[in-house]
């Protein structure tokens, strides 16, 4: 996805020091973007990691084989998940 977007109405706005300005500029122009658009771009990269890290799942490889092995053969289901699947099912149909 492009840092810029096809409506910018959004506004970020906040302060920082006289340091960290000079910092930000200082790798923008090393980056040869804007200000504007290294502090997207960066923030932006920095988020979709962060959302990456906690949306996604990592196994090992026991995890995996041990997930494999459940979707090819998965327990049969215990007498509380049909006494659940029960509930859901009749609160389903009461409320349709």
Known sequence: MSTKSRTSNERLDFRL???HKEI??????YAGESLTGY????????????I???ESVVLTARDRDVFLD???SPP?????LKD???RYRDLVQSSG
């Open 17 to 19: 020091s006289a340091e």
């Open 24 to 29: 930000i500029e200082r790798a923008a122009a």
């Open 39 to 50: 502090a997207i771009s960066t923030l932006l990269d920095r988020s979709r990691a962060i």
């Open 52 to 54: 990456g890290m906690h």
């Open 70 to 72: 459940l979707l090819d």
């Open 76 to 80: 049969a289901p215990s007498e509380v």
């Open 84 to 86: 659940a699947a029960a």
